[in-house]
């Protein structure tokens, strides 16, 4: 193994988090799984086959260029890669052609795929993105009637696969008035497009937090994201559903399970004398005589320059706090309470490590970054393993 850390990714906590997943929306509605962000750090080129081996079929990115990474990765015949974002004009003609649906929240894209499925001679898979409140992409009033009228007119051209919306911020009850106000109006935009005769597959507009928090968000499909992962949105969703369902408050057990697990090696251990400083600058000095490891990770893997002197990883089994400036790619930490500590020994960024455990929660805390922030930063270079 070349590089200086990896990330493992756990079949059975995605599994496990599936299940739960499934269990909560029901059988009869598709599981979309939103891997956009490198698949939340986990890395699309692995997750995508994984997660087909536990039964997903259906993907969701952000751009084209994520399109065509899944679209390489994917290994059965029936999984499909939807695109929530950014397709430029001119990569129009290749998602026709790769069957890669797509939304529509402008004229301009939806007048650019009837003249490419024109010329194809094949009909593009659409999503109608409604602009419901979020008033960031979507197509409003002023717009709808004209592309319900493009639609209808080249109806051989287009098949609408979904009609969706997105919330803004299903996952704090400080935007309950808003996020039920998106409600409604896509019940009332859902009303007129069926009046219009333009009805599709799925009707989508529930992300995790929405499923989780709005149950009568989770319509045909749903969106899920950060949950897949083994992540709440955040601690209210939690609490909240810890409320609603007793049975797992007193077990005390949460249903989600982490996926990623993050790994390093000491590199090097080094003993210095009290009153000396270490690494770069003065903004650590030794107290006592302290053994000092070196690990081969710094800013440049995702482990912030802010964790100077804040941060701790797990060394055989305990808990070891950065001494000294945060390197591009370096890092120390203080094991003179850690016995044995040696050259090649296991260091964990995220993940277990006897019975201490260093979630993305409190790596997260540490830094003043969301979960997600921490996730997608970490470098896709990194070596992605899937263990059991």
């Given at each position: 193994?070349?590089?200086?850390?990896?990330?493992?990714?756990?079949?059975?906590?995605?599994?496990?988090?599936v299940?739960?997943?499934?269990?909560?929306?029901?059988?009869?509605?598709?599981?979309?799984?939103v891997?956009?962000?490198?698949?939340?750090?986990?890395?699309?080129?692995?997750?995508?086959?994984?997660?087909?081996?536990?039964?997903i079929?259906?993907?969701?990115?952000?751009?084209?260029?994520?399109?065509?990474?899944?679209?390489?990765?994917?290994?059965?015949?029936?999984s499909?890669?939807?695109i929530?974002?950014?397709?430029?004009?001119?990569?129009i003609?290749?998602?026709?052609?790769?069957?890669?649906s797509?939304?529509?929240f402008e004229?301009?894209r939806?007048?650019?795929?009837?003249?490419?499925?024109?010329r194809?001679?094949k009909p593009?898979?659409i999503?109608l993105h409604?602009?419901?409140?979020m008033?960031?992409?979507?197509?409003?009033?002023?717009?709808?009637?004209?592309?319900?009228?493009?639609?209808r007119?080249?109806?051989?051209?287009?098949?609408?696969?979904g009609?969706?919306?997105?919330?803004a911020?299903?996952e704090?009850?400080?935007?309950h008035?808003?996020?039920?106000?998106?409600?409604?109006?896509?019940?009332?935009?859902c009303?007129?497009?069926?009046?219009?005769g333009?009805e599709a597959?799925?009707?989508?507009?529930?992300c995790s937090?929405?499923?989780?928090?709005y149950p009568?968000?989770?319509?045909?499909?749903?969106?899920?994201?950060?949950?897949?992962?083994?992540?709440?949105?955040?601690?209210e969703?939690?609490?909240?559903?810890l409320?609603n369902?007793?049975?797992f408050?007193?077990?005390?057990?949460?249903?989600?399970?982490?996926?990623?697990?993050?790994k390093?090696?000491v590199?090097?251990?080094?003993?210095?004398?009290?009153?000396?400083?270490?690494?770069y600058?003065?903004?650590?000095?030794?107290?006592?005589k302290?053994k000092?490891?070196?690990?081969?990770?710094?800013?440049?893997?995702?482990?912030?320059?802010?964790?100077t002197?804040?941060?701790i990883v797990?060394v055989?089994?305990?808990?070891?706090?950065?001494?000294?400036?945060v390197?591009?790619?370096?890092l120390?930490?203080?094991v003179?309470?850690?016995?044995g500590?040696?050259?090649?020994?296991?260091?964990?960024?995220?993940?277990h490590?006897?019975?201490k455990?260093?979630?993305?929660?409190?790596?997260?805390?540490?830094t003043?970054y969301?979960?997600?922030?921490?996730?997608?930063?970490?470098?896709?270079?990194?070596?992605?393993?899937?263990?059991?």
């Open positions: 193994m070349f590089a200086p850390s990896h990330i493992e990714l756990s079949k059975s906590a995605f599994r496990q988090n299940k739960f997943l499934r269990d909560y929306i029901g059988k009869d509605v598709t599981f979309c799984s891997i956009k962000g490198n698949a939340y750090g986990h890395g699309i080129e692995q997750f995508v086959p994984m997660a087909e081996e536990c039964g079929s259906h993907f969701a990115v952000f751009s084209a260029d994520e399109a065509r990474l899944a679209c390489k990765h994917k290994n059965k015949a029936d499909h890669v939807m929530m974002g950014m397709i430029g004009n001119e990569e003609e290749w998602a026709i052609e790769q069957d890669v797509f939304y529509i004229l301009d939806l007048k650019k795929t009837v003249e490419q499925a024109k194809l001679e593009a898979r999503h409604l602009e419901t409140g008033n960031r992409l979507g197509l409003d009033n002023s717009k709808l009637k004209e592309a319900v009228e493009m639609i007119k080249n109806d051989e051209l287009l098949s609408v696969d009609i969706c919306t997105h919330y911020g299903a704090s009850v400080s935007n008035v808003r996020v039920t106000e998106q409600i409604e109006n896509f019940k009332s935009y009303s007129y497009l069926q009046e219009e333009i597959k799925w009707n989508h507009t529930a937090a929405a499923t989780l928090n009568e968000t989770i319509m045909d499909m749903v969106r899920i994201g950060i949950a897949q992962y083994g992540f709440w949105p955040n601690r969703t939690y609490m909240k559903f409320k369902h007793s049975d408050d007193k077990l005390h057990e949460d249903p989600l399970r982490r996926v990623m697990s993050w390093s090696r590199m090097s251990t080094k003993t210095v004398d009290a009153g000396e400083f270490i690494g600058g003065t903004t650590y000095q030794t107290s006592r302290e000092i490891a070196s690990v081969p990770i710094g800013y440049s893997h995702g482990f912030k320059r802010n964790l002197n804040i941060g797990l055989n089994g305990e808990r070891a706090p950065v001494a000294g400036l390197n591009m790619n370096l120390t930490v203080d003179t309470d850690i016995p500590v040696s050259k090649g020994d296991e260091v964990v960024i995220i993940g490590q006897g019975d455990e260093m979630s993305v929660a409190s790596f997260s805390e540490m003043n969301l979960n997600y922030e921490v996730l997608v930063q970490i470098p896709s270079r990194l070596p992605r393993h899937i263990v059991e």
